[in-house]
């Protein structure tokens, strides 16, 4: 699964029905359903370091969830940072 939205570039209609749905999953789940690629080009201009020993990194920032939906009818996975949802399918 590819990076494909966030709620803010979503509509409400959209994004509650998948929120209201999710259950929560651990990274290791997240990380074996999500492109690496995709997720590490997210990580970087959400300015996370891409090792711990430059800084804070996605996998070290302990306010970040992981969940799994539907997003417009399709399994999703999304991580949720600054209560912004951040979607791929």
């Not at 929120?19 to 996370?48: N, P, Q």
């Not at 090792?51 to 999304?78: E, I, M, Q």
């Amino acid at each position: 699964m590819t990076y494909q939205t966030n709620c803010v570039n979503s509509t409400a209609a959209v994004i509650c029905p998948m929120v209201d749905a999710a259950i929560e999953v651990s990274r290791r789940t997240f990380l074996k359903h999500v492109d690496h690629e995709s997720l590490r080009e997210l990580a970087a201009s959400m300015g996370y370091a891409d090792h711990p020993s430059r800084g804070l990194t996605l996998a070290g920032d302990w306010h970040v969830t992981y969940h799994r939906s539907k997003f417009r009818g399709r399994r999703c996975y999304y991580l949720r940072h600054s209560a912004i949802e951040y979607i791929f399918c």
